[in-house]
């Protein structure tokens, strides 16, 4: 546990600062602080009940008159009841609303019995057509929050936001990794989840309560849910959010932005942020993703971008429970597009990246706060040291597995590259328990470099190759992927344009004297171009002199260059200087150059690149 001021972060050493951390002075007026508290089922798993008895602390230490109120998604804690009743008990305002397929629940109906139905809301009471409060789509939505908040405590502290991952909910969320921060002294984010509480309790049915409200000084902000949307494209809350990131600079080893995250879900519904992450991931953002349940098209879609995913589930054992990351955060430093400052960013709440979330009840929590970052990201850190999975395959699959690809560099305009390219091909059957696995990756490429290979099994969910495309010319590469139940992948493919050959430029001529100076023009080069590869796209041709005026002494028609037989003043010798430029569709060039002297004396030898005709 952590405890932070705006001002400054207390060191997490000695004596008086554990008798800080817990029991904290009375908070000034005006002053935000934070807490951070991280649930470990350590390496060796077992059940860790801190964020419990964080949140049990403070329903025991909230006073009579103050108020407390309660959102969960998943219920059945005897412990937080009881602490819960017994603060009804001593007068304490309590309001609370429950996901409305808890309500069969024996801890949830004596809750409703104590409180009363005026103060503690089963969601879709009474006819019970939804899961939710506020959200009315079909199909079914879920009350998905997962947040408390107290008027005052007993220290002195008043409004306070606990945001947690976590539902009290036994046995199996005491075993993952959940995590929870405190926001005490924020009158309006305090509010802001209270007036969301009451819309809640009041059940006043819509698709759309995204009302977006911050915290006293802004740093803290709260998206909630549910969120209209015209379709699974636009106006997805997380992708708004990560508009909001400028990866040109940021705490990544290469001074650029940096990603970290965390999601229980990535579903293909969402696919949306992982082309979002892509983008961010080409724009220079250096971003890494734990995840335990995602789907083949977003891991294939993310790994074949360089983006790495590290899938995170323990099964159960006869000496170890069932371990995943139950978490829904994400971090950033990055520059910002809203102010142009570089800012260090903690997203927090309850949203899964799935498709039931932002249609339901639910809330992401944005904090800008150096010190909630450094905590969550070295929470982060621990995670990914963890990662691992025994994620057991034994679903009656019937999705087949998806793959994706990406090259480097991207083409240009044209559509060619000038350069060799490194394809990057990724497949995966996704991270899901009923997801039979990943039998084999097929790739085949026809045209300028034919080849075919399988490349067999997976690794942390997902195969991933490189291949590189050297040959000039068209080459097609196809991929698919089969995964172990026999379900064959639809094959997708890519057309790499590769030409490193510039033109070739023709017909400009060599030693060119034009003899005698009489005046006339006199045709000295028919220019051509050609190009075998990706074709020629242009042709330029110029001619110049050291003469002070060429006006009517050049004429080019196309490639076809005439020049004046005549001196510069006085008799001086004239040098002419002609330019070919040529360029291809790939963007390749060449310029070639030849000179024509027009000389002051008549030279020995034969007269070269001497060509009759005149323009028309």
């Known amino acids: 546990m952590t405890l932070r001021t705006r ?22 007026a005006g002053e935000i602080r934070y807490r951070t508290l991280f649930q470990d089922p350590g390496v060796v798993p077992a059940a860790d009940f801190s964020l419990e008895a964080h949140a049990i602390g403070l329903i025991d230490s909230t006073p009579p008159g103050a108020h407390i109120t309660v959102a969960f998604r998943d219920f059945n804690r005897v412990p937080v009841a009881d602490a ?50 506020i ?52 009158a309006a984010l305090h509010d802001a989840y209270v007036e969301y509480l009451h819309a809640m309790q009041a059940q006043v049915r819509s698709d759309d309560h995204y009302v977006i409200r911050s915290g006293d000084d802004g740093r803290n902000t709260m998206f909630p849910s549910p969120r209209r949307q015209a379709d699974l494209f636009t106006d997805d809350t997380i992708v708004d959010r990560m508009d909001e990131i400028d990866c040109s600079e940021g705490g990544s080893p290469s001074g650029r932005g940096l990603i970290r995250i965390a999601n229980m879900a990535f579903r293909s519904a969402r696919a949306v942020i992982m082309r979002k992450l892509v983008e961010l991931h080409r724009d220079g953002c250096d971003i890494d993703v734990v995840v335990s349940s995602a789907d083949g098209d977003i891991i294939a879609g993310l790994v074949a971008a360089g983006v790495p995913v590290h899938p995170l589930f323990l099964r159960q054992t006869a000496t170890r429970p069932q371990v995943i990351v139950h978490d829904k955060f994400w971090v950033v430093d990055a ?40 905590d969550y990201l070295a929470y982060w850190e621990k995670i990914r ?3 691992a999975s025994d994620l057991p395959r034994t679903g009656a699959d019937t999705t087949p597995a998806s793959t994706a690809l990406a090259a480097a560099p991207a083409p240009g305009a044209s559509g060619w590259n000038t350069t060799d390219v490194t394809a990057r091909i990724a497949a995966s059957d996704g991270h899901l328990a009923n997801a039979g696995g990943l039998d084999r990756l097929h790739v085949e490429t026809t045209g300028a470099q034919p080849g075919a290979c399988d490349f067999p099994g997976e690794q942390d969910g997902y195969n991933a190759q490189e291949l590189t495309i050297v040959a000039e010319g068209e080459t097609t590469i196809a991929h698919a992927a089969f995964d172990v139940r026999g379900n064959p992948g639809a094959t997708q493919s890519a057309v790499v344009r590769i030409d490193k050959t510039a033109p070739v430029v023709a017909g400009l001529p060599g030693r060119c004297v034009l003899w005698p100076p009489n005046g006339r023009l006199v045709r000295v080069a028919d220019v051509s171009a050609a190009d075998a590869v990706s074709g020629l796209d242009g042709l330029s041709v110029t001619a110049s002199s050291n003469a002070r005026d060429d006006t009517g002494d050049v004429v080019i028609k196309g490639g076809t260059v005439f020049l004046r037989a005549e001196r510069r003043r006085r008799g001086r010798g004239r040098v002419y200087e002609i330019a070919a430029t040529a360029h291809d569709v790939a963007g390749n060039a060449t310029t070639a150059t030849a000179t024509c002297k027009v000389p002051r004396s008549r030279h020995r030898g034969p007269k070269r690149g001497f060509l009759p005709g005149s323009p028309s």
């Open 135 to 186: 959200a009315n789509v079909d199909p079914p939505s879920l009350q998905h929050n997962k947040f408390l908040t107290f008027s005052r405590l007993a220290d002195g502290r008043e409004h306070v936001v606990l945001q947690t991952s976590e539902n009290f909910f036994e046995p199996t969320q005491f075993n993952y990794y959940n995590d929870m921060v405190e926001i005490s002294g924020d």
């Open 385 to 387: 040291s963890r990662a």
């Open 7 to 28: 001002c400054a972060r207390v060191a997490a050493c000695g004596a008086a600062t554990l008798m800080l951390t817990l029991l904290p002075a009375a908070q000034g």
């Open 84 to 133: 819960l009743i017994a603060a009804h008990g001593r007068g304490v305002l309590v309001d609370a609303v429950i996901d409305g397929q808890e309500r069969n629940r024996a801890i949830v109906r004596r809750l409703l019995a104590a409180l009363g139905p005026d103060h503690f809301v089963v969601c879709g009471s009474p006819t019970f057509a939804f899961s939710s409060c």
């Open 335 to 374: 520059k910002s597009t809203l102010t142009g400052r570089r800012a260090k960013v903690t997203y927090a709440g309850s949203s899964n990246w799935r498709d039931d979330q932002q249609r339901s009840d639910d809330l992401l929590l944005r904090i800008v706060d150096d010190g909630v970052y450094a």
